[in-house]
């Protein structure tokens, strides 16, 4: 969170009842001291209301019933919210109290409206009782005037704190709503963390100064003092008022503890009040005296979160009773407001922890394709869904590219894509074939619940090979753009979404050529309010054909600009759901690369690898590498040969690495241990571990296949 220091309009002091456009400050409050300078329209009525007209020869003090015979007239000049409004006339600047209702009222033109007389009906004091820049005391005495405008002012200042979304905002709107028309200076105080939640806080409760607010002392003053470039809230009360302590540890069975406790507002005039507000502020700190102060405590739904200090300047009418009122409804208001802020920043926070857990943070690299990704939630709002991308290394160089969406946008929607995902990697590992994947994830959608939708494309590259087999389940057919600039849509049957059960799933196996890009993606990229799937399919298409053919015929376009090109197609409507993006450039693997070779499980298996490897270092010019590789592929061999019943296969990559990889028909993984002295066997893979760069087995739907690499 952001600290934001004391801001205001400079010119709020020098213009009568109005301050600028972009933040208006506070309703209806007057003092019976305060200058008709500092009175502020309410919010929400005109300045100029309406009111009833005095009648032609009749004195103001006489137009309304209760008025005391010899008060200020009514047609005197005035700065007032109301004055100069409204097509009233003012002739002198005042009227002395001994000027007779007749002199009055022959300076008052027919269906003129007295300035002052407005000025008392909007901005009768609440709860003071007093006038306030000339209007007449009885009518600033009137209760049931003063109730009305204490409410509408409440009502006023509820609201604009009740608009503040994040925490900075509500504590900005109740300064704002309360300078300078309610206090001259505020304080607001907040624990330090402020709890969360059921959270119980630990150790003793510390009150952070989160924000002050004041009325600037002159037209310069709009900004707090700068001490070594650190800005410091001023307590202006007294000439020799030091900066307020920023921190406030608050001591068990101390003053201030018994005023949080109270929960209710109290004024300043008490010996605990005054302790308290000692305690808050820090020492030697010079306080106002008896009711211009208001210590109001902000009690959230659990417990107490802070406090908020009100002052009024020794020139301005102090607090009454009723005004403790007004500041238990603000304290209040904030408080309830600050916990839900508090609640939802959580809220975001683990959504926020969510979908990057549930999302792969980076993509691997494997050999022969390079991989791209976006996503993109529906709104900052909204920021998880149930839409996952992902790729999962395989045995034999392969990688497994796979898009899904879950129906919904919520985080338990999330919940169950991560679910859907982890049970994805898991089947990857099983080197299942894609429709047998997608059919065990139909199963797992179904043991989650009945309601449990999504759909999901799983499709198998093998970069050796040079094919691609997919299998859907009701999800938007990829596109495939070529290295001539053609983009097609792949023809791959439907199916139906994950979780609706019992229903068989088809793949399809395809030609993947060297160079060609394909994209997978989820339904908010085509489809929105604006347009259907199909029209979005063939936008996209085009789009993509259009991007190609800028980077001409024989070169495919970068993949990271490619994905935010496709991106940018997104129109101001197109945004209705959460986007995900997964971009695969088939490069492939040379057969000049590759060496492929089955040998019989017969005791000279082992002595016939080591010499096919041999010839195959020797052709790739990489002679340095025959000692390591024939030690270890005879290791590997002779394990396989040990056990399997059919032939096993060997198979030898040259990428930016050098790979072996040995499948046998046996599922029993092979497991390194720490062979005794003893022994004469089980060395085999712990030779394997210390000299390959990196090993691992696979267990495969007929067998397993285990692989070793070694730097070139």
């Keep these: 969170m952001t600290e934001h220091p004391t801001s205001h309009d ?16 506070g309703a209806v409050l007057h003092s019976p001291d305060t200058p008709a300078a500092m009175a502020l329209p309410a919010q929400g009525e005109p300045s100029g209301a309406e009111h009833a007209q005095v009648p032609e020869g009749q004195a103001p003090s006489e137009a309304r019933p209760g008025a005391r015979p010899g008060s200020q007239s009514d047609t005197s000049s005035g700065t007032g919210p109301g004055a100069g409004s409204g097509g009233s006339t003012s002739t002198s600047s005042g009227t002395s109290p001994s000027t007779s209702p007749g002199a009055s009222s022959g300076r008052t033109k027919r269906g003129s409206k007295s300035s002052a007389r407005r000025a008392a009906d909007q901005d009768a004091p609440p709860g003071n009782s007093g006038n306030s820049g000339g209007v007449p005391a009885a009518r600033g005495g009137d209760k049931a005037r003063r109730e009305g405008d204490r409410l509408r002012f409440v009502g006023a200042a509820t609201r604009r704190i009740a608009r503040g979304m994040d925490l900075d905002e509500i504590v900005m709107g109740l300064c704002r709503a309360t300078v300078p028309t309610f206090s001259d200076v505020i304080l607001v105080y907040l624990r330090d963390p402020l709890p969360v939640g059921e959270e119980r806080p630990v150790g003793p409760v510390v009150l952070r100064l989160r924000r002050t607010d004041r009325i600037p002392d002159s037209p310069e003053d709009t900004e707090d003092s700068v001490t070594d470039g650190v800005l410091q809230p001023v307590l202006q009360l007294q000439p020799d008022a030091g900066p307020a302590a920023e921190l406030c540890e608050v001591q ?11 929960v209710r507002p109290v004024f300043g005039e008490s010996a605990t009040s005054r302790a308290a507000l000692t305690e808050l502020l820090g020492e030697d700190r010079p306080l106002p005296v008896a009711r211009r102060v208001i210590l109001a405590p902000l009690r959230g739904r659990r417990r107490v979160i802070g406090a908020a200090v009100f002052l009024r300047r020794p020139e301005r009418a102090a607090f009454e009773g009723d005004d403790l009122l007004v500041a238990a409804q603000l304290a209040t208001h904030t408080a309830l407001g600050i916990d839900k802020a508090v609640l939802y920043g959580r809220e975001a926070y683990i ?4 979908q990057r857990t549930m999302l792969p943070e980076t993509l691997p690299q494997p050999t022969g394709v390079k991989l791209a990704s976006r996503y993109l939630p529906a709104a900052e709002t909204a920021r998880v869904g149930g839409d996952w991308y992902d790729a999962i290394p395989l045995p034999g160089s392969r990688v497994a590219l796979v898009v899904g969406d879950v129906m919904g946008h919520s985080m338990t929607s999330a919940a169950i894509m991560g679910q859907l995902r982890t049970t994805a990697q898991t089947l990857a590992g099983l080197d299942l ?20 939708m999504a759909t999901c494309l799983y499709a198998v590259y093998d970069p050796v090979a040079h094919r691609i087999t997919i299998a859907n389940a009701g999800h938007p057919p990829p596109v495939l753009l070529h290295i001539g600039g053609r983009a097609e849509v792949l023809r791959v049957p439907a199916g139906a979404p994950i979780g609706v059960g019992g229903v068989d799933f088809e793949a399809v196996e395809l030609d993947a050529p060297a160079g060609a890009t394909l994209l997978l993606y989820t339904d908010g990229l085509v489809e929105s309010r604006l347009r259907d799937v199909w029209t979005g399919i063939e936008q996209l298409r085009e789009r993509l054909a259009a991007t190609a053919q800028l980077t001409g015929p024989d070169h495919s376009p970068p993949l990271e600009a490619l994905c935010d090109d496709v991106l940018d197609m997104l129109g101001p409507g197109d945004r209705d759901d959460d986007i995900a993006l997964l971009a695969a450039r088939f490069d492939g693997i040379a057969p000049s690369d590759v060496a492929y070779w089955y040998l019989e499980p017969e005791d000279s298996a082992p002595s016939r690898a080591r010499r096919l ?17 024939e030690l270890l592929v005879s290791e590997v061999v002779t394990n396989a040969v040990r056990y399997a019943s059919r032939p096993i296969t060997l198979r030898l990559l040259r990428t930016d690495v050098l790979r072996c990889e040995v499948v046998d028909d046996v599922p029993q993984l092979p497991r390194l241990r720490q062979a ?7 060395r085999g893979l712990y030779l394997v571990n210390r000299m390959a760069r990196r090993w691992g087995a696979t267990r495969l739907s007929t067998g397993k296949v285990v692989w070793f690499e070694l730097n070139r």
């Design 613 to 629: 490897a041999r010839r195959a270092l020797e052709r790739w010019g990489l002679e340095s590498h025959t000692d390591a590789i």
């Design 10 to 25: 400079g010119g709020r002091a020098k213009a009568a009842g109005a301050t600028g456009p972009a933040e208006p400050r």
């Design 351 to 354: 959504a926020d922890e969510l």
């Design 433 to 452: 074939p894609p429709q047998e994947v997608l059919h065990h994830l139909d199963e797992q959608a179904q043991r989650l619940g009945s309601d449990r």
């Design 252 to 262: 068990t069975g101390g003053a201030l503890a018994e005023v949080l406790r109270g």
């Design 676 to 682: 005794r002295a003893t022994d004469e066997g089980g």
